[in-house]
């Protein structure tokens, strides 16, 4: 069994541009194996590239030979990739092999997250990343690449919070830095919603899409965005805050500090209130959090139905004016909320009746699907950018 950064190591010399090229070839593999016209459309490099590449990485070992349209894989190597999701109220870690296949992660899941402020979590999500690794059959030694998400706006150049940096964050925390050092790696962060975008364009069912949106729905409301093959972050890291548009100027006050946020109003804490304001007037027990409203809306409970319905319609109308501006092929739902069938119902109705109607009929090959990785998906763009960050940081 190989050692993918020791390989590396022992390549035989060549000029910066063929190393560069090797080693994104290499990286883009790790992160899915495919065929090279695949990985030529992932790299956006010529397939003559990638071509010579490849059988430069045959000869090194790392990729077993290949048959004639057969797909690139690596050769068996104890490397791990470990991509973390902080969540405000969970917290979700995977780990894989980079010579297996994406849904072959080793996964651990808690109900606590970083509510309770960061370095109070910190020892927890340790030992979740060791036992993940475990999993794997491998040790944390072996770790090479970690990516972290988190619900909230990161500097794309400085990898710090975006101001204002809202709780239960506070300045300096540095998530990268705690868990990237403890590992021995670089760790490379990023908002979770632009990850479970990259997640869904890798390894979802319309990877080729070439403009993608994915709406993380949960305690809050975020939107990654990905044109060409590039995850669209915005000059300080604040594209996609589809949670803080304004869609009721005298509506309440949101912790960003602006007012009538969409946030405010399908966010946790709305639906919540919104359910408990309902039943104040019979003996029906008040939800304590987002999961018991989303449990009984899926077991018919009227009065979250409609909670959720109305929620996704709320959605909807938002959604409408993104892809009257952006004109996406694909729109993902993930997060808590895509658990329950009604909120895509209530986005569809208002994506109907709001868009332009060539920007969402199905004869222009637009989709508004779920998530196809569900509560993985921030966690696996997690594990892929800490991949596509080994691109830029050379060796290191």
Not at 179 to 204: C, P
Not at 342 to 359: H, K, V
């Amino acid at each position: 069994m190989a050692d993918a950064r020791d390989l590396l190591g022992r390549l035989p010399a060549a000029g910066p541009t063929r190393t560069a090229n090797r080693r994104k070839v290499l990286l883009a593999v790790a992160i899915k194996s495919g065929t090279q016209a695949d990985i030529a459309h992932r790299t956006l490099l010529s397939q003559a590239t990638v071509s010579a590449s490849v059988r430069e990485l045959v000869a090194a070992g790392l990729v077993p030979g290949l048959k004639e349209r057969g797909k690139v894989c690596l050769s068996p190597v104890h490397d791990v990739g470990v991509g973390v999701h902080l969540g405000f109220n969970h917290t979700t870690v995977v780990a894989r092999r980079l010579d297996k296949e994406f849904d072959q992660v080793t996964s651990r899941v808690s109900s606590e997250g970083v509510s309770r402020g960061w370095h109070r979590a910190l020892p927890e999500v340790r030992q979740m990343i060791d036992e993940a690794i475990e999993g794997t059959g491998r040790q944390r030694s072996d770790v090479f690449s970690l990516g972290i998400a988190v619900p909230r706006m990161i500097h794309p150049r400085t990898g710090d919070f975006t101001p204002p940096v809202l709780p239960p964050w506070r300045t300096g925390d540095d998530p990268a830095k705690d868990l990237g050092s403890w590992l021995g790696v670089r760790g490379f962060i990023d908002n979770d919603a632009n990850l479970g975008a990259l997640a869904e364009q890798t390894y979802g069912t319309r990877e080729n899409a070439e403009t993608v949106v994915y709406v993380k729905a949960s305690t809050g409301v975020g939107a990654g965005i990905i044109v060409h093959n590039v995850v669209l972050r915005g000059h300080g890291g604040m594209a996609g805050e589809l949670g803080h548009l304004t869609v009721d100027p005298d509506g309440a006050v949101c912790q960003c500090g602006g007012r009538g946020c969409l946030e405010t109003v399908i966010g946790a804490d709305a639906l919540i209130a919104q359910v408990r304001a309902a039943r104040a007037r019979n003996s029906a027990p008040a939800p304590e959090t987002l999961e018991q409203v989303i449990s009984s809306a899926n077991g018919q409970d009227a009065v979250c139905m409609r909670v959720i319905h109305d929620a996704g319609r709320r959605l909807g109308h938002s959604l409408a004016q993104l892809c009257n501006l952006l004109n996406p092929d694909l729109v993902v739902i993930g997060g808590q909320l895509a658990q329950c069938p009604l909120l895509l119902e209530g986005c569809n109705e208002s994506l109907r009746r709001f868009a332009l109607p060539g920007a969402v009929a199905e004869s222009s090959e637009f989709t508004l699907a779920l998530s196809q990785l569900g509560t993985q998906a921030e966690a696996q763009g997690a594990l892929v950018l800490g991949l596509r960050g080994k691109e830029d940081a050379g060796s290191s």
